[in-house]
């Protein structure tokens, strides 16, 4: 998912099949020989153009990166990527994860509901439900016998009390050692069967509401155990809508509409299977539901865009080394710097031996050494010798480089147990010493370069034409 989110991100444009074109949805332009209709560009303008967007468009801007869209798309189908078996894999997980829910409909889930809850009416049996209130003396099941002992002794002088009259939730709260219940007077949830250990179940069923047992040993200690209410489960129109709620938040849904494919799948008799199920599935929704298609649709120009750009724009300007050398030697003068920078560590030390250390640690190696060489001879093991900051500091990203370096008044804060300070690099005056000085910067540039030279290759290999009649009426018939 994170692929297609990032894919969409960068085009801030989507596509969509194109449909038979009707009075009330004319051809808006035409992109290497396919109609895209106006409402298939209303859909994505009005998308990537909503409240909250901060570099809204207007349509006429947008016409230019709509059509730039469709041409990489088309050049992707043209290299066949839609062809790759990883594309295809990719493409119907996400397809499905839209199609599935849409397949179960609220019979289905009522039904798988009514399920549920015969089950759980099954499983409560014809005791039904059961809400108690407990006192608790704990004891050990591996403690000695004195232990037990005293545990009796309070429970029985607790049980005396309360034949006496003595309140229970009261005595509950403040003698009871079950916290949980103790802070609601000893009251426990409504419970079933196979809930409570043995020994406590036996006594609480045997009750009726406002009955108290006498005192009952468990593997927890003692108990006093009061009734305060049973019932049978309400009916099933009582807890639809909870039954429901939880279906959803455990994709119920989903768990359902994979079983009703699978069940078509068995009964065709191998005509069909899962993938062709969900490939008609996703055409019959598409055909009744515009938003479906339009996303079913990005989502599979979404993730051909991040294939072919990756390999063309993003990936290929990071890995060339020599074009990046070359695109930084002819523009070199777009990354001087109009004040200095420094180049190189700050870093703080217990010992004064370690201030010199360090410079003699990385004085012969590349700037992009530095950090490991450091790592490796100071801070290999759990003891962490000394701590640094490495870079290319303007004036403002570092307190102790704005005093040292800059001679700026600032205050800087010494770190806890480093309480010694040095820096060594230097100064650059006029720009980055190398490419590797400003790497990041370069490779979006070099990206973008590549990205205009393909983009122009695209408008004079493929045709376009827009309607411009119709774009007039686009969010205005």
């Not at 801070?379 to 490495?390: L, Q």
């Given at each position: 998912m994170k692929k297609l989110a990032f894919a969409l991100l960068l085009v801030t444009v989507t596509s969509v099949s194109s449909h038979a074109q009707s009075a009330d949805d004319p051809v808006v332009m035409t992109v290497n020989g396919q109609p895209v209709l106006r409402s298939e560009f209303e859909y994505s303008y009005n998308k990537n153009n909503s409240e909250g967007v901060i570099d809204?468009?207007?349509v006429e801007d947008y016409v230019e990166l709509f059509i730039n869209y469709k041409l990489k798309v088309a050049a992707a189908v043209d290299a066949r990527y839609d062809t790759l078996s990883s594309f295809q894999k990719e493409f119907a997980q996400y397809r499905d994860q839209q199609v599935l829910p849409m397949l179960v409909t609220?019979?289905?889930?009522?039904?798988?509901a009514r399920k549920?809850?015969?089950e759980t009416v099954q499983r409560i049996g014809p005791d039904g439900l059961i809400k108690t209130a407990h006192i608790l003396m704990r004891a050990d099941q591996q403690a000695p016998q004195s232990e037990w002992d005293a545990a009796k002794v309070r429970?029985?002088?607790?049980?005396n009390a309360l034949k006496n009259g003595a309140d229970f939730a009261e005595l509950a709260t403040r003698l009871s050692q079950d916290p949980g219940s103790a802070r609601q007077g000893g009251e426990l949830p409504f419970a079933q069967h196979g809930q409570f250990v043995k020994e406590y179940e036996d006594a609480a069923f045997a009750l009726q509401p406002?009955?108290?047992?006498?005192?009952?040993?468990s593997p927890f200690g003692y108990h006093i155990i009061l009734m305060k209410e049973r019932k049978q489960l309400e009916p099933f129109e009582f807890h639809h809508d909870a039954i429901i709620s939880f279906m959803e938040q455990r994709s119920m849904r989903d768990k359902i509409a994979q079983q009703k494919v699978e069940?078509?799948?068995?009964?065709?008799?191998?005509?069909?299977?899962?993938?062709?199920?969900?490939?008609?599935?996703?055409?019959d929704l598409a055909s009744k539901d515009m938003d479906m298609r339009y996303l079913i649709q990005e989502y599979h120009d979404g993730l051909l865009l991040y294939e072919i750009s990756n390999n063309l724009v993003w990936d290929k300007a990071a890995k060339d080394e020599e074009g990046l050398a070359t695109?930084?030697?002819?523009h070199k003068k777009n990354y001087a710097w109009d004040k200095p920078r420094f180049k190189g560590i700050a870093y703080h030390v217990k010992d004064q031996g370690d201030v010199k250390a360090v410079r003699?640690?990385?004085?012969?190696?590349?700037?992009?050494?530095?950090?490991?060489?450091l790592r490796t001879t100071f801070n290999a093991d759990s003891v962490i010798r000394i701590r640094v900051e490495k870079g290319i500091f303007k004036e403002g990203d570092n307190a102790y480089i704005d005093s040292v370096v800059f001679k700026k008044d600032t205050t800087v804060t010494h770190l806890k147990d480093y309480p010694i300070d040095a820096h060594y690099g230097k100064v650059l005056k006029k720009g980055p010493e190398n490419m590797a000085d400003v790497r990041g910067l370069v490779v979006a540039d070099y990206q973008e370069e590549l990205e205009k030279e393909w983009v122009a290759n695209l408008r004079r290999k493929y045709t376009f034409q827009v309607n411009d009649e119709v774009l007039k009426t686009v969010n205005n018939h």
């Amino acid at each position: 998912m994170k692929k297609l989110a990032f894919a969409l991100l960068l085009v801030t444009v989507t596509s969509v099949s194109s449909h038979a074109q009707s009075a009330d949805d004319p051809v808006v332009m035409t992109v290497n020989g396919q109609p895209v209709l106006r409402s298939e560009f209303e859909y994505s303008y009005n998308k990537n153009n909503s409240e909250g967007v901060i570099d809204k468009k207007s349509v006429e801007d947008y016409v230019e990166l709509f059509i730039n869209y469709k041409l990489k798309v088309a050049a992707a189908v043209d290299a066949r990527y839609d062809t790759l078996s990883s594309f295809q894999k990719e493409f119907a997980q996400y397809r499905d994860q839209q199609v599935l829910p849409m397949l179960v409909t609220d019979s289905d889930m009522d039904a798988e509901a009514r399920k549920i809850y015969d089950e759980t009416v099954q499983r409560i049996g014809p005791d039904g439900l059961i809400k108690t209130a407990h006192i608790l003396m704990r004891a050990d099941q591996q403690a000695p016998q004195s232990e037990w002992d005293a545990a009796k002794v309070r429970i029985d002088s607790i049980y005396n009390a309360l034949k006496n009259g003595a309140d229970f939730a009261e005595l509950a709260t403040r003698l009871s050692q079950d916290p949980g219940s103790a802070r609601q007077g000893g009251e426990l949830p409504f419970a079933q069967h196979g809930q409570f250990v043995k020994e406590y179940e036996d006594a609480a069923f045997a009750l009726q509401p406002g009955e108290m047992s006498e005192v009952v040993k468990s593997p927890f200690g003692y108990h006093i155990i009061l009734m305060k209410e049973r019932k049978q489960l309400e009916p099933f129109e009582f807890h639809h809508d909870a039954i429901i709620s939880f279906m959803e938040q455990r994709s119920m849904r989903d768990k359902i509409a994979q079983q009703k494919v699978e069940k078509m799948v068995e009964e065709s008799k191998g005509k069909l299977t899962i993938a062709s199920v969900m490939e008609q599935k996703a055409q019959d929704l598409a055909s009744k539901d515009m938003d479906m298609r339009y996303l079913i649709q990005e989502y599979h120009d979404g993730l051909l865009l991040y294939e072919i750009s990756n390999n063309l724009v993003w990936d290929k300007a990071a890995k060339d080394e020599e074009g990046l050398a070359t695109f930084f030697k002819k523009h070199k003068k777009n990354y001087a710097w109009d004040k200095p920078r420094f180049k190189g560590i700050a870093y703080h030390v217990k010992d004064q031996g370690d201030v010199k250390a360090v410079r003699n640690c990385v004085k012969k190696l590349p700037f992009e050494q530095w950090a490991e060489a450091l790592r490796t001879t100071f801070n290999a093991d759990s003891v962490i010798r000394i701590r640094v900051e490495k870079g290319i500091f303007k004036e403002g990203d570092n307190a102790y480089i704005d005093s040292v370096v800059f001679k700026k008044d600032t205050t800087v804060t010494h770190l806890k147990d480093y309480p010694i300070d040095a820096h060594y690099g230097k100064v650059l005056k006029k720009g980055p010493e190398n490419m590797a000085d400003v790497r990041g910067l370069v490779v979006a540039d070099y990206q973008e370069e590549l990205e205009k030279e393909w983009v122009a290759n695209l408008r004079r290999k493929y045709t376009f034409q827009v309607n411009d009649e119709v774009l007039k009426t686009v969010n205005n018939h």
